[in-house]
């Protein structure tokens, strides 16, 4: 295959535009199911995870065969990023886009690169360079263009807002989720972590719905469990695997950096299958996006005959360096 004589930058990014491209489709399976009946949020995130539960499950069976056991602080880190990833971050983003649009939700999900890498300058020893900064500038820009035709448009100001605070709080949910698990895969290994990350946040929003909801609530029509299932495969499974990967290859920063794409890919499929408004305003934001995105991409050229000095690329350390000491026999199996 081609991407057998890949660099590990060049894998990097690309598993970072894959999974930019399953969860930008997330927001389009949440508003498809709630049109499809009135379903809430708490029970579509249970069918979320539940269809991503057996294929997470052996995942994380097949990768714990050879593993050594998990000490306390691995369970400890693997519980706090379960519980700030794919349950909180997830229960406010599904509460938010009750109240907003797929597109708008995306934009302001799209705080949680900044913040991401703000978190890692002041408190994980990391440092931006010129490319990031640039990056971000033009990301957050065009996002910003984005958000005000959307409030614009917006029939109910009070309920945009009410939206959108609770997808700022997923954002940061996320973020720190994001800061953390670069961290946790050092300690774990890429796939491990990220299975035993969704088995943690599983179990907790079983756990709020068992609170939340009567059993009854779990009988949907056959629309929303559709809806449900292709979300678990293709914007939560798949896409955490691959996001895991990139921020192995190229660190926490970049990843989430190249993941602004996601915004454009939510912004045109809205418009395409939820009939969301488009005006030149957004694609102009989206352009902004994707130059950011395009800029931090970009391969940086070294002077022929010049080795790198050590394994870290525009000050974010990749996850290579250090084989972690729970990834015993898992790379080379699913390699």
């Known amino acids: 295959?081609?991407?057998?004589?890949?660099?590990?930058?060049?894998?990097?990014?690309?598993?970072?535009?894959?999974?930019?491209?399953?969860?930008?489709?997330?927001?389009?399976?949440?508003?498809?199911?709630?049109?499809?009946?009135?379903?809430?949020?708490?029970?579509?995130?249970?069918?979320?995870?539940?269809?991503?539960?057996?294929?997470?499950?052996?995942?994380?069976?097949?990768?714990?065969?050879?593993?050594?056991?998990?000490?306390?602080?691995?369970?400890?880190?693997?519980?706090?990023?379960?519980?700030?990833?794919?349950?909180?971050?997830?229960?406010?983003?599904?509460?938010?886009?009750?109240?907003?649009?797929?597109?708008?939700?995306?934009?302001?999900?799209?705080?949680?690169?900044?913040l991401t890498v703000l978190i890692g300058v002041l408190f994980m020893g990391k440092h931006l360079d010129r490319r990031q900064v640039g990056a971000l500038l033009l990301s957050y820009a065009g996002i910003g263009l984005a958000f005000a035709h959307?409030?614009?448009?917006?029939?109910?100001?009070?309920?945009?807002?009410?939206?959108?605070?609770?997808?700022?709080?997923?954002?940061?949910?996320?973020?720190?989720?994001?800061?953390?698990?670069?961290?946790?895969?050092h300690r774990l290994g890429t796939l491990r972590f990220a299975a035993l990350a969704i088995l943690v946040s599983t179990a907790a929003t079983l756990l709020h719905f068992v609170i939340a909801q009567p059993i009854a609530a779990l009988v949907q029509p056959i629309p929303v469990y559709v809806h449900a299932a292709a979300m678990a495969l293709f914007s939560t499974v798949l896409p955490v695997f691959w996001q895991s990967a990139a921020v192995r290859q190229i660190g926490a920063a970049r990843t989430v950096l190249i993941g602004t794409l996601g915004p454009i890919l939510t912004i045109f499929f809205g418009w395409l299958l939820l009939s969301e408004p488009l005006s030149l305003a957004q694609l102009s934001g989206a352009g902004l996006v994707l130059a950011g995105v395009l800029l931090v991409s970009r391969r940086t050229r070294m002077p022929i005959g010049q080795a790198p000095a050590s394994r870290v690329d525009q000050g974010v350390p990749l996850a290579a360096p250090v084989r972690p000491h729970g990834a015993g026999g898992e790379d080379k199996d699913l390699a």
């Open 150 to 185: 959307d409030l614009q448009v917006a029939g109910d100001v009070q309920a945009v807002w009410i939206g959108a605070a609770f997808v700022l709080g997923s954002a940061l949910a996320y973020a720190l989720y994001s800061a953390g698990a670069e961290i946790a895969i």
């Open 1 to 114: 295959m081609p991407w057998n004589t890949w660099s590990t930058e060049r894998m990097g990014i690309a598993l970072a535009v894959l999974a930019a491209f399953g969860f930008s489709f997330k927001a389009i399976f949440v508003k498809l199911a709630y049109a499809a009946a009135p379903v809430d949020a708490v029970t579509l995130l249970t069918l979320r995870m539940g269809f991503a539960l057996p294929l997470v499950l052996g995942v994380a069976l097949w990768l714990g065969r050879t593993a050594p056991p998990l000490g306390r602080k691995d369970w400890g880190l693997l519980i706090v990023l379960g519980l700030l990833g794919y349950y909180g971050a997830s229960i406010l983003d599904f509460v938010g886009l009750q109240y907003i649009s797929a597109g708008l939700e995306r934009l302001i999900l799209f705080t949680y690169p900044t």
